[in-house]
Nanobody, 117 residues
Framework: QVQLVESGGGLVQPGGSLRLSCTTS????????MGWYRQAPGNQRELVAG???????SYADSVKGRFTISRDNPKNTVYLQMNSLKVEDTAVYYC???????????WGQGTQVTVSS
């Protein structure tokens, strides 16, 4: 069973930065498509950024140019660097691991990001 553990959330002022980390268990990390999702109160969970096993990235329009997703396969870790944070970025951020060939799909427990002055 793959387990995902997020860290790095917290309270930050508008315009500030945070870096989220997600470390996974197991030895097949490099085979997973990794993604960061977020869910604000009253909203559906939405995809923020994704990175393929080869390193190809994609972003939601709302975070393009501000957020950067990256992965370190030897460390079984995916990161989300968040810059120029806005109040509307406030949400619980979840890490996701998805393996296209088998359909395996795993979620972390979530980490709270609050952007407020």
């Amino acid at each position: 069973q793959v387990q995902l553990v997020e860290s790095g959330g917290g309270l930050v002022q508008p315009g500030g930065s945070l870096r989220l980390s997600c470390t996974t268990s197991g030895s097949l990390f490099s085979m997973y498509l990794m993604g960061w999702y977020r869910q604000a109160p009253g909203n559906q969970r939405e995809l923020v950024a994704g990175i393929s096993s080869s390193g190809r990235t994609s972003y939601a329009d709302s975070v393009k140019g501000r957020f950067t997703i990256s992965r370190d396969n030897p460390k079984n870790t995916v990161y989300l660097q968040m810059n120029s944070l806005k109040v509307e970025d406030t949400a619980v951020y979840y890490c996701n691991a998805h393996r296209l060939t088998t359909g395996d799909n795993h979620w972390g427990q979530g980490t709270q990001v609050t952007v407020s002055s």
